[in-house]
Nanobody, 121 residues
């Protein structure tokens, strides 16, 4: 399986970005999708996850109400809409797939390469 994250970039604080995660090599619609991020000098942390049907979601407290995870199984693509961005959201964002909506990155066996998001204040 291959995951390709894209859509990162430089944005001003308060702005928005939408990340995409294209998945190939497996039946996308049977796996949960997660987004994680890693800021310089910090551990990788959970951001959001969505189940295979797009019904159940979970978010880190730091992004709840600002970020929205979604997926389009017909396009084999997941998304992370990020609004009201803050400087502390600056990180490399990774998408990953797993059998369930886990919060721990160790439960995700398959990962994309990451996309950089930089929020300027």
């Amino acid at each position: 399986v291959q995951l390709q994250a894209s859509g990162g970039g430089l944005v001003q604080a308060g702005g928005s970005l939408t990340l995409s995660c294209a998945v190939s090599g497996r039946t996308f619609g049977t796996y949960a999708l997660g987004w994680f991020r890693q800021a310089p000098g910090k551990e990788r942390e959970f951001v959001a996850t969505i189940d295979w049907g797009g019904i159940h979601t979970a978010y880190a407290n730091s992004v709840k109400g600002r970020f929205t995870i979604s997926r389009d199984n017909a396009k084999n693509t997941g998304y992370l809409r990020m609004d009201s961005l803050k400087s502390e959201d600056t990180a490399v964002y990774y998408c990953a797939s797993a059998t369930g909506t886990y919060l721990n990155d160790s439960n995700y066996p398959d990962w994309g390469q990451g996309t950089q998001v930089t929020v300027s204040s």
